[in-house]
C-alpha cells in the first residue's frame, strides 16, 4: 500500500482524495489545509491537519495548492529526502524544493468542486527525476486512472495551453454563440446537438480532418453574410481572425 | 401518408433520405439530381430521375442544393401552387419562386456521408408562409427528430452563424492546440477527454457559468507565460482576442 498525505482543499485536491479513496494500492493516511474548516467534512474519514509540523510519515506527498504557493509549501516542509509532486499544469518541477525528492502528478481535465468526475477517464501526466520514483507515482495513478504518461515539463506547459484552447477559448465561442443566437430570440439549446458533434468527431477524426464550413470551403457570399450579420465589433474580429486561421491551415 | 420528392443528393438530401426511409409518416416518391449516377445505389429504393420535367406529384418537394443553385431550381419547376421547401441555414424563404408555396426545413448539424447519424437528436427548423403547410411539415419532421422547432429566417441566420462558432471556430481551435502541444511532442490524445467534457458541461449549464481558467481568474502571470511560449504570432493574436472576449464577458 502507497501511504500519501494531500495538502490542500482545492478541486484537484478533492477529487484526487475521492479517487485515492477507492483505489486498492492508496491509502490517503493525512489530509493537510491550513485552512481546517474545508477538511472537516472528511474528519471521519481520513487523519486532518492544518499542523506543518504535524505531517505524517508517507511515501509520496502531493501539494495541490495555487500555482504561487507551491513553492513556498514545498520549502516549509519540515522533513527531507521524501517524494514530494505538485499537480499543476504550469509550475517546474524544479521549482518544488530540492531538499526532497520531486515530482509531477498532473490530472489533466476541468474540475468542479460539484461535479463528481470518472477519474478512470482523467488523463494523468507524471514526471520524476528519479526512475524508482517514477515507478512508485505510475503504480498510484494507474490505481485511479487508465490514461497515465510520462510527460516532462515543456510537453506538460504545452498540454497546459492546448488546454485553454480547448476548454476556455471553446466555451468562450460557445459564449458568443449563445449571445448570438438568443438575440433574435432563437434558442441556444438548438446548438447544443452540434456542440457535442463536434467534440465527438475529433475523437476519432484529426480536427484538420473534421474541418468543414464556409471558411474551409472559401464561401465569400456566406462569409459576407456573416460579418453583416454581427453588429458587435468584438464578434466581428473574433470572426475574422479564426476564418483567417482555418484559411491558414488549409492553404487557402 | 406524407408523399416526396428529394431534390439534390449532397450530404444534407442523402441523410434526408435515409431518415424518411425509416419513418412511417413520409414517402420518398422520387429523388432527382442532375447527375443521376450520384442516384444509382439507391435505383432500387426509389424512383430516380434526372429530367426536372419528369418531376412526380407529391405532396413536399425538399430542394437540397448548394445554397447557389436553391433559388435557379426553384423557379426552374414545372408545376405551380405545391409545397416547395428548401434545407438551408442561410437562404431566405423569399429566395423561392413564389409560384409555388414555400417553405424551409433546415436540420441543424454537421453532416458526413460516411458518417451515420442519428436524425432523432438533430434540431430541425421550420419556417413556411402558410399555416396549414407548417401542419404538413411538422408531422414530416416529428417523424424523423425529436426536437423540431419553429425559427423564422433571421433566427435562423443567426443559428446559422452560431453554428459556424460552435463548429467550424471550435474545431479550429482543436486544431491549433493540436499543433501546440504536438510541437513539444506531447500527444493531442490526451486532451480529448477535456474535449468531451467541455462540450458536456455546456449542455446543462450555461456557457456563461461553465467558464473556468486563467482569464477569468485574472491570472497574469499564467497569461504571460502563456504568449511566452507562443512562438506562433497568429497563435497569440487569436489567444490575445479571446483572453479579452472571456474579460469582456465577465467583466474584468
Redesign the interface.
Known amino acids: 500500500m502507497i501511504k500519501v498525505v494531500i495538502l490542500g482543499a482545492g478541486n484537484v485536491a478533492t477529487h484526487l482524495f475521492k479517487a485515492f479513496q477507492k483505489s486498492d494500492k492508496v491509502m490517503v493516511v493525512q489530509w493537510f489545509n491550513r485552512d481546517l474548516e474545508k477538511l472537516i467534512p472528511f474528519n471521519n474519514e481520513v487523519g486532518i491537519t492544518n499542523g506543518i509540523s504535524d505531517l505524517e510519515s508517507a511515501d509520496v506527498y502531493f501539494i495541490s495548492v495555487t ?2 504557493a507551491i513553492s513556498e509549501i514545498s520549502e516549509a516542509l519540515p522533513f527531507e529526502d521524501r517524494l514530494v509532486v505538485h499537480t499543476s499544469g ?1 509550475v517546474n518541477i524544479h521549482d518544488l524544493d530540492k531538499k526532497n525528492r520531486r515530482g509531477v502528478f498532473y490530472p ?3 474540475f468542479s468542486k460539484s ?1 463528481d468526475i470518472d477519474f478512470k ?3 494523468i ?1 507524471l514526471e520524476t527525476i528519479e526512475k524508482d520514483d517514477y515507478k512508485l507515482l505510475k503504480t498510484a495513478a494507474d490505481s485511479i486512472s487508465d ?1 497515465v ?1 510520462k ?1 516532462n515539463s ?6 497546459h ?18 449571445e ?2 438568443e ?6 439549446d ?14 476519432d477524426n ?3 480532418r ?7 470551403r472559401g464561401d465569400k ?2 462569409i459576407k ?2 460579418l453583416k ?2 453588429q458587435n465589433e ?1 464578434h466581428k ?3 475574422e ?2 476564418t ?3 484559411k ?2 488549409h492553404g487557402r
Do not use: W
Not at 161 to 178: D, E, K, P, S, T
Not at 183 to 188: C, I, L, W
Not at 210 to 216: M, S, Y
Open positions: 500555482d504561487d504550469t489533466l481535465q476541468t461535479v477517464k482523467v488523463p501526466c490514461f504518461k510527460v515543456d510537453q506538460r506547459a504545452a498540454l495551453l492546448g488546454a485553454v484552447f480547448v476548454n476556455n477559448f471553446v466555451n468562450q465561442l460557445y459564449r458568443l454563440a449563445h448570438i443566437t438575440s433574435t430570440g432563437a434558442e441556444f438548438m446548438l447544443k446537438p452540434l456542440i457535442l458533434e463536434t467534440a465527438l468527431k475529433v475523437q484529426s480536427p484538420f473534421a474541418q468543414t464550413g464556409p471558411a474551409l457570399s456566406t453574410a456573416h450579420r454581427l468584438h474580429d473574433i470572426y481572425i479564426l483567417q486561421s482555418i491558414n491551415t
